[in-house]
């Protein structure tokens, strides 16, 4: 392909917020030409009326039936969970290659589907050719991959910042506790009780203290023996912060130890930064600051005199969380420079 030569895309699900940050990331790739975009309750409306933010951007853009899609390069699917697990075969023909933003093909193991999701998974053969979108661990298997699955994102956060840690054994892989806090977008668009303006504002509810479903994700990709996550919804419209603990094998690991190993495996990695400062505001990761951003902000700090690990870490749930890690994805399956269209810093203040 030469380097000017721009691929196809569509989106199915075009509508909703991850559909949406989407197509904001996508209409500044200068490599891409956005060919359709679905959505059933808005079909033949003009994209920028649910998505405002892309007035003079999107203009042209209207909305289709998934009949109307016509066959892309590249097909993204921003469905709700267990959705497209049961269209994939009309998917298939749309798309030579897919990213998949739901959950439906991120567990390897049919049988986690049956116990995370109480379904029999109608295509398991697929399971294993999907390949998990996380640059970060995944980046050859993704440069070849004809078929992406991205993470969840309270997992993309959890799994970025233990993975080091994990692989390099240095905690106790029984024993990790993690408490993420998470924004009201990462439900999705449709309307609901729990996530109507009155029920809420101001609340700071605890939704998933156990049983939350991206454990799976979690210790299917850092190989743990144990995950304790809870979730908790906070009053914030983007972004997830993570506060895990984990106890250190050996007292003998110091904060420059642990910088060291995050600088091993993420010294390359444009999307990952570790912030840990000694003065100042923003002395540890914090959501704001990455709103908007594909960045994952992570931090640590070992209590005195213990074997105590605190690991703080945060991305934006629309953006690392779902349609950033997908279009970074995509940038490697089609060998472009993997920040392309990601490069924005964030805001300050905001
Ligand atoms: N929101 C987040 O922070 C986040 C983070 C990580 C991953 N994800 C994943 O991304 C996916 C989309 O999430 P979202 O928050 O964007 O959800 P959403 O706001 O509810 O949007 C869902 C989209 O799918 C369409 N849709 C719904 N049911 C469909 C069906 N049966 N067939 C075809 N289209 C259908 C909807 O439009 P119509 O109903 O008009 O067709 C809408 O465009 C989910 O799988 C979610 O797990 C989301």
Redesign the pocket.
């Given at each position: 392909m030469n380097k000017t030569t721009k691929i196809t895309v569509s989106i199915?699900?075009?509508?909703?917020?991850?559909?949406?940050?989407l197509l904001r990331i996508l209409s500044q790739h200068p490599r891409v030409s956005i060919k359709s975009v679905?959505?059933?309750?808005?079909?033949g409306k003009k994209v920028t009326l649910l998505h405002p933010n892309l007035r003079g951007f999107l203009d042209h853009l209207r909305?289709c039936s998934?009949d109307q899609l016509t066959k892309s390069d590249l097909l993204f699917?921003?469905?709700?969970?267990l959705?497209?697990m049961n269209?994939l075969d009309q998917y298939l023909n749309l798309g030579q290659k897919i990213i998949?933003?739901?959950?439906?093909f991120r567990l390897k193991d049919p049988d986690q589907y049956v116990k995370w999701y109480q379904i029999k998974h109608p295509r398991p053969q697929y399971l294993k050719k999907f390949i998990c979108g996380l640059a970060e661990i995944h980046g050859p298997q993704i440069k070849k991959a004809q078929y992406v699955s991205?993470?969840?994102?309270e997992a993309?956060c959890s799994i970025l910042s233990f993975y080091p840690l994990l692989k390099e054994k240095i905690i106790n892989d029984r024993e990790i506790y993690i408490d993420a806090k998470i924004?009201s977008?990462?439900?999705?668009?449709?309307p609901a009780l729990a996530t109507h303006h009155p029920e809420r504002s101001g609340s700071f509810r605890s939704y998933q203290p156990t049983g939350h479903r991206h454990t799976a994700e979690f210790l299917q990709q850092t190989q743990a023996r144990n995950l304790y996550l809870s979730a908790t919804a906070v009053e914030m419209v983007?972004g997830i912060l993570i506060t895990g603990q984990a106890r250190l094998k050996n007292t003998d690991i110091n904060e420059r130890d642990l910088r060291k190993i995050y600088r091993n495996y993420y010294g390359n990695q444009p999307f990952i930064r570790i912030i840990k400062e000694r003065q100042g505001l923003y002395r540890y990761p914090e959501p704001k600051i990455v709103a908007g951003t594909n960045f994952c902000d992570i931090g640590f700090a070992i209590q005195a005199n213990s074997r105590r690990l605190v690991v703080i870490a945060t991305i934006d749930?629309?953006v690392k969380?779902?349609a950033g890690q997908a279009v970074q994805a995509m940038n490697l399956m089609f060998n472009f420079p993997q920040t392309t269209a990601l490069e924005f810093q964030g805001l300050h203040p905001i």
């Open positions: 199915v699900g075009g509508s909703g917020y991850a559909g949406g940050e679905t959505s059933r309750q808005h079909q909305f998934i699917l921003a469905l709700p969970n959705k497209a269209n998949d933003l739901s959950a439906d991205c993470a969840g994102c993309t924004g977008s990462a439900a999705g668009n449709q983007r749930n629309l969380g779902t």
